[in-house]
C-alpha cells in the first residue's frame, strides 16, 4: 500500500511539473522568461527593496483586470539597468520595461534604447508637472513617471527640538558647534560631501543652474561661476567649522551615524524614512537651510523614477498599458506604502514626513538629463574631496568645468 500511494505521489510531481511547464512560465537562467505562447508577457525590470513587492503586486492586479497579459518581474540593479540594456537588447532578451532615473533619459534617447510614452498629453496632465518636465527631452515625452523624489534635512527629535531647527546655515553651524561641546561622540551635523548629488546645493548660489537655468546648456557647465565659488568656498568652510575634519562622511557611515542617534541632522532622502523608523528613531524632516546671503531653502536636485518601454519590446502597446497602470491612485498608494517613495500623482498620502518634503521640492530642481551628465558624475566627487581637505575652491572648479563640458 505505501509503495502505490508513493507511486501515485511521483506521478502526481510529475505532472504538476508538466503542466506548469506547458501552462505557466518559467525564469531560466539568464534571467529571461520564457513565454507561454496563450499569453501576452510583459517582461519588466526592477530593483529590490520593496519596489520588487510593489512591481509583483501590480503585475498580480493587472492581470485579475487583463488574464491576456502576465507581468514578469527580473530582478535588475537600477544603477546597472541601462548599461545591461544595452547589452541584452541585441541578444533579443530584453525586457519590456525598465526603470530609470530621469537623468539617464537623453542617454536611453540618444542610444534609441527606449521608445515615447503613447499619449503623452493624457499623462502630463495625471502626473505633477516637475515629473512631466522631467521625462521631456527634445520635446518629446518618455516614459511613465512613478515616483518623484529629492533630499531634506532629517533631525533627531531627542537631540534637537522643532524650534531649534535651523533656517539658514549659519544658524546650522552655530547650533552645531554648541551642541558638539556639549555631546562628545556625537555630532550635529552630517551629509556626504563628496556625493555631487547632495553638494549640488552649495553650488546653486544666486540661482546659479548646473548646465544652465534649463539644464541643457551642455557647453557650459556653470559650474565655476562666481556664484559658485562662492558656495563652494562656503562648503570647504563646513569642514572646520563643524568639526567633520576627521570623520568618515560616505553615505553609509552617515546614514549608520544618524540611525544609531550618534548624528542631530543628516541630509537625505525618503528612501532613509523607514529604515530609521525601523531604528527606532524619533525624526522629523525639514527643508535644506538656506545659503549665507538667501532667504529661501537651499535649491536640491529633483529626480524622477520612470518605467521606460524599450525599444527591444515585443509588445509596446501592452507594456505601455501596465506602465500606465502604475500611475493609477491605487497604485500610488501602495507604491508609497511598499518603498516609502514620493508619489509622482497628486495624491495624499499618511506621511508626517511628506510636508517636509514637499516644502523643500518647491525649491529644487530636476537634475539636467543631457548625456554629458555622465561626466559629472563621474568627475565631481573627486572636486569635492579637493575643496573639502582645502584645495583651492576656483581652481578647482575651472578644472571640474572643462572635464564635464561637451
Known sequence: MKKNINRLLKIFTVLISFTFCITGCSKVNNGTVEDNPKKIHI??????DGIDQFIKYAGR????????????????????????????????????????PHDNLGTLVSKKLIVPTENPDKISKQVLASCAKALTYNNTMYGYPVS?????????????????????????????QQFNSTHPGKYGFVMDVTNAYYSILFATSGGNRLYGESGTDARNPCMNTAEAVRGMTF???????????????????????????????????LWNVKPFERAGIDFNVAAIPSLPGENKPAASFSGTRGMFVTACSKHPKEAAEFAEYLLSP???????????????INTTV??????????????????????????FWTETSTTLA???????????????????KD
Open 235 to 269: 562648503f570647504q568652510s563646513l569642514n572646520k567649522d563643524l568639526g567633520l575634519q576627521d570623520l568618515e562622511l560616505s553615505t553609509a557611515a552617515c546614514e549608520g551615524l544618524f540611525a544609531s542617534g550618534n548624528a542631530a541632522m543628516f541630509i537625505t532622502g
Open 330 to 344: 491605487e497604485m500610488q498608494q501602495f507604491r508609497f506604502l511598499y518603498t516609502g517613495a514620493m508619489p509622482s
Open 148 to 176: 518623484a523624489e529629492t533630499y531634506a534635512l532629517f533631525y533627531n527629535k531627542r537631540l534637537i527640538t522643532e524650534n531649534e531647527v535651523p533656517k539658514t546655515w549659519e544658524e546650522l553651524v552655530k547650533w552645531v
Open 43 to 48: 517582461r519588466v525590470w526592477e530593483s529590490k
Open 350 to 375: 499618511d506621511s508626517k514626513y511628506m510636508p517636509g518634503f514637499l516644502h523643500q521640492l518647491d525649491y529644487a530642481f530636476p537634475m539636467p538629463s543631457i548625456p554629458v551628465m555622465g561626466k
Open 386 to 404: 579637493n575643496i573639502w581637505n582645502g584645495a583651492d575652491v576656483k581652481t578647482e572648479l575651472d578644472l571640474l568645468n572643462n572635464k564635464i
Open 61 to 100: 492586479t493587472y492581470t485579475e483586470k487583463h488574464p491576456n497579459v502576465i507581468i514578469d518581474y527580473v530582478y535588475v540593479e537600477l544603477h546597472g539597468a541601462v548599461e545591461t540594456l544595452e547589452v541584452d537588447a541585441p541578444k533579443g532578451i530584453g525586457p519590456d520595461i525598465i526603470p530609470a
